[in-house]
């Protein structure tokens, strides 16, 4: 096909593969962001690194409604909320957990299992002979559980991981001190899951993926993008007061993607739930692989700048600061998981993950302007899907029939 003006909108790890993709079809792409590709400003630069094959189960799953009232009072919970947002919050909260009922669990877990099975080898296609090669690490990851009891009451998202083609190995106290030594008592059964990977430096994965994308030939411009407007068959992008004409958007903003969306004539039915890192340098304890201390809800990810460890859930908004809470409870889980356990220094981050009423992102083109395109809404998955969500976004606007279907990720199902 006839090669095509690309612009778009958000530079992070979906932003960058859609990019790249559609740089490799042919197509004359502009990427934009306000801030560089692989800034701490960006939600791809604080993840927890994993590219989880498995993330499949969608935080909200039969039974969880009963608990969060316990999880939200307890002063040792990984479940925050900023109590004065919560009245703005409630509508959504409501839409949210309404998806949590076992059927709807299931769709939404087919559905992620279609742009994440594969996600480990997309990431090496993407990354293969540039510079952020050297960041992927392939192996297993570990959910470390305090018993088997523990284990099995997790059944349901064990089941739906199973149903998905997931391989697992059941492992008892000694596996666990192999992966990783100095593990505390706390912990004695764990499942082990072969042919995922990991991301040594996020941020600098996602700036070398932009920089072989520069050198290559693609464009990226630093602006705020203040509006998309319809222009014939294209689209006017309004950038800091500039106009850029483009044939196609593709709109990848993260958390961001709400308010233009909203101008678009779409509800994102979008929430930016804020997650936590804190890294921990030069660490006395330095487990092989990846981990999720399922208990806590983080993991804890081996990586260059030392040991990260990243998850939790916050509900407060897009202008919500850094919140000592969570980087104290990370810091006492993972003292009481790997006793005695020393470090050099620390740095601690927040960022803002776009969740979705369902869990699910969008990713395709608008209904109402077919010239537009989203890819935005990945929650918790979106380093792991973003190499496949660049692919797909690609071969829709290159007019190549995607292998998976879209219909449950399609743009306006909340409208």
Same mark, same amino acid.
């Given at each position: 096909?006839?090669?095509?003006?690309?612009?778009?909108?958000?530079?992070?790890?979906?932003?960058?593969?859609?990019?790249?993709?559609?740089?490799?079809?042919?197509?004359?792409?502009?990427?934009?962001?306000?801030?560089?590709?692989?800034?701490?400003?960006?939600? =791809?630069?604080?993840?927890?690194?994993?590219?989880?094959?498995?993330?499949?189960?969608?935080?909200?799953?039969?039974?969880?409604?009963?608990?969060?009232?316990?999880?939200?009072? =307890?002063?040792?919970?990984?479940?925050? !909320?900023?109590?004065?947002?919560?009245?703005?919050?409630?509508?959504?909260l409501k839409g949210y957990m309404a998806h949590g009922e076992a059927a709807?669990?299931?769709?939404?877990?087919?559905?992620? %299992?279609?742009?994440?099975?594969?996600?480990?080898?997309?990431?090496?296609?993407? @990354?293969?002979?540039?510079?952020?090669?050297?960041?992927?690490?392939?192996?297993? $990851?570990? $959910?470390?559980?305090?018993?088997?009891?523990?284990?099995?009451?997790?059944?349901?998202?064990?089941?739906?991981?199973?149903?998905?083609?997931?391989?697992?190995?059941?492992?008892?106290?000694?596996?666990?001190?192999?992966?990783?030594?100095?593990?505390?008592?706390? $912990?004695?059964?764990?499942? @082990?899951?072969?042919?995922?990977?990991?991301?040594?430096?996020?941020?600098?994965?996602?700036?070398? !993926?932009? #920089?072989?994308?520069?050198?290559?030939?693609?464009?990226?411009?630093? #602006?705020?993008?203040?509006?998309?407007?319809?222009?014939?068959?294209?689209?006017?992008?309004?950038?800091?007061?500039?106009?850029?004409?483009?044939?196609?958007?593709?709109?990848?903003?993260?958390?961001?993607?709400?308010?233009?969306?909203?101008?678009l004539g779409h509800a994102a039915g979008l929430q930016s739930e804020g997650?936590?890192?804190?890294? !921990?340098?030069?660490? =006395?304890?330095?487990?092989? @692989?990846?981990?999720?201390?399922?208990?806590?809800?983080?993991?804890?990810?081996?990586?260059? #700048?030392?040991?990260?460890?990243?998850?939790?859930?916050?509900?407060?908004?897009?202008? @919500?600061?850094?919140?000592?809470?969570?980087?104290?409870?990370?810091?006492?889980?993972?003292?009481?998981?790997?006793?005695?356990?020393?470090?050099?220094?620390?740095?601690?981050?927040? %960022?803002?993950?776009?969740?979705?009423?369902? =869990?699910?992102?969008?990713?395709?083109?608008?209904?109402?302007?077919?010239?537009?395109?989203?890819?935005?809404?990945?929650?918790?998955?979106?380093?792991?899907?973003?190499?496949?969500?660049?692919?797909?976004?690609?071969? !829709?606007?290159? #007019?190549?029939?995607?292998?998976?279907?879209?219909?449950?990720?399609?743009?306006?199902?909340?409208?």
């Amino acid at each position: 096909m006839k090669p095509l003006r690309v612009a778009v909108v958000g530079a992070g790890i979906v932003g960058v593969s859609c990019a790249e993709w559609l740089r490799r079809d042919g197509h004359e792409v502009t990427l934009i962001d306000r801030v560089e590709p692989g800034s701490d400003r960006q939600t =791809s630069f604080g993840n927890a690194g994993l590219l989880a094959r498995c993330a499949v189960v969608p935080v909200v799953v039969p039974g969880l409604l009963a608990k969060v009232p316990g999880m939200l009072l =307890s002063k040792d919970s990984p479940l925050f !909320l900023r109590w004065r947002k919560l009245p703005a919050l409630l509508p959504w909260l409501k839409g949210y957990m309404a998806h949590g009922e076992a059927a709807e669990v299931r769709r939404i877990s087919a559905a992620l %299992g279609d742009i994440l099975l594969d996600s480990v080898d997309q990431h090496l296609a993407l @990354a293969k002979g540039t510079a952020a090669e050297r960041y992927i690490r392939c192996g297993e $990851y570990y $959910y470390f559980y305090k018993d088997r009891a523990a284990y099995e009451a997790d059944a349901f998202g064990w089941g739906l991981r199973r149903d998905q083609g997931i391989a697992m190995r059941l492992e008892e106290r000694a596996a666990l001190e192999a992966v990783a030594p100095g593990i505390g008592p706390g $912990y004695g059964f764990a499942v @082990a899951m072969p042919d995922h990977g990991w991301i040594t430096d996020p941020g600098a994965y996602v700036a070398a !993926l932009a #920089g072989h994308y520069r050198a290559e030939g693609g464009e990226f411009l630093q #602006g705020e993008v203040e509006a998309i407007e319809p222009e014939g068959e294209g689209a006017l992008l309004r950038i800091d007061g500039e106009a850029l004409l483009a044939d196609r958007v593709v709109l990848a903003a993260g958390a961001w993607s709400a308010r233009l969306a909203k101008r678009l004539g779409h509800a994102a039915g979008l929430q930016s739930e804020g997650g936590y890192h804190l890294v !921990l340098e030069e660490p =006395s304890h330095k487990p092989e @692989a990846p981990l999720m201390l399922a208990d806590s809800k983080f993991a804890v990810t081996p990586m260059d #700048g030392g040991l990260r460890l990243a998850g939790l859930v916050e509900f407060g908004g897009l202008d @919500a600061p850094l919140s000592d809470a969570p980087i104290q409870f990370l810091k006492r889980r993972v003292r009481r998981a790997f006793p005695g356990i020393t470090w050099k220094g620390e740095s601690a981050w927040r %960022g803002h993950r776009p969740s979705t009423l369902d =869990s699910l992102p969008f990713v395709g083109a608008s209904p109402k302007l077919s010239q537009i395109y989203f890819a935005f809404g990945a929650q918790h998955i979106g380093l792991t899907s973003g190499p496949k969500t660049g692919r797909l976004i690609a071969d !829709l606007i290159g #007019g190549r029939r995607p292998n998976i279907d879209l219909a449950p990720f399609r743009v306006g199902r909340f409208d």
